[in-house]
């Protein structure tokens, strides 16, 4: 199975900061890698998809970045409604794991 | 407008069954390959199963091989996730979700809690 390192597991910033967040894969997934926001008592919601790619509706501020195994979330100017769960997954191969998460909170 | 409804969660005692369901509408179901990903309380996510939009080829998490089965009816726009020989461990909320390589459409939720 591939892991998945996460990090930080959690975050304090201010709004207007740039944040980013990454994530490493234990072998290489050929950018097979997403990145999902889950605000508390909701579904996750799907905000990059095969690592730079912006999902529909997504604000232009939310970016994703790197290959092979290294993989960043950059969110360059943070808003009061991105104060939420990040979290990487991989879809390479079953199964496809998660990230454990990383918590952004206001500073 | 794309939407996902899950139902057939509830409590069960160790050991018991439940059969989820998920009721898609807004697009041609039998096109997209469908996902179940769950939550324990006040954990991350746990991906658990995949199924092709044929329904010909299913992949499973390690922790519920030989224990779940997901499956689909096109016909009905529904997935399905049966759920057998239920453990403690199992207690979450499980999503159903569009989509294989990146899941674009999630469900609400509904809530399994497996407990004597």
């Known amino acids: 199975d591939i892991q998945m390192t996460q990090s930080p597991s959690s975050l304090s910033a201010s709004v207007g900061d740039r944040v980013t967040i990454t994530c490493r894969t234990s072998q290489t997934i050929n950018n097979y890698l997403n990145w999902l926001q889950q605000k508390s008592g909701k579904a996750p919601k799907l905000l990059i998809y095969?690592?730079?790619n912006l999902q529909s509706g997504v604000p232009s501020r939310f970016s994703g970045g790197g290959s092979q195994t290294d993989f960043t979330l950059t969110i360059s100017s943070l808003q009061p409604e991105d104060f939420a769960t990040y979290y990487c997954q991989q879809t390479y191969s079953p199964p496809y794991t998660f990230g454990q998460g990383t918590k952004l909170e206001i500073k | 407008e794309v939407q996902l409804l899950e139902s057939g969660g509830g409590l069960v005692q160790p050991g018991g069954s439940l059969r989820l369901s998920c009721v898609a509408s807004?697009?041609?179901?039998?096109?997209?390959?469908m996902s179940w990903v769950r939550q324990a309380p006040g954990k991350g996510l746990e991906w658990v199963s995949v199924?092709?939009?044929?329904?010909?080829?299913?992949y499973n998490a390690d922790s519920v091989k030989g224990r779940f089965t997901i499956s689909r009816d096109n016909s009905k726009n529904t997935l399905f996730l049966q759920m057998n020989s239920l453990r403690a461990e199992d207690t979450a909320i499980y999503y159903c979700?569009?989509?294989?390589?990146?899941?674009?459409?999630w469900g609400q939720g509904t809530l399994v809690t497996v407990s004597s």
């Open positions: 199924v092709t939009s044929s329904g010909d080829n299913t």
């Open positions: 807004g697009f041609t179901f039998s096109s997209y390959a």
């Open positions: 979700a569009r989509g294989r390589y990146f899941q674009d459409y």
């Open positions: 095969s690592a730079s």
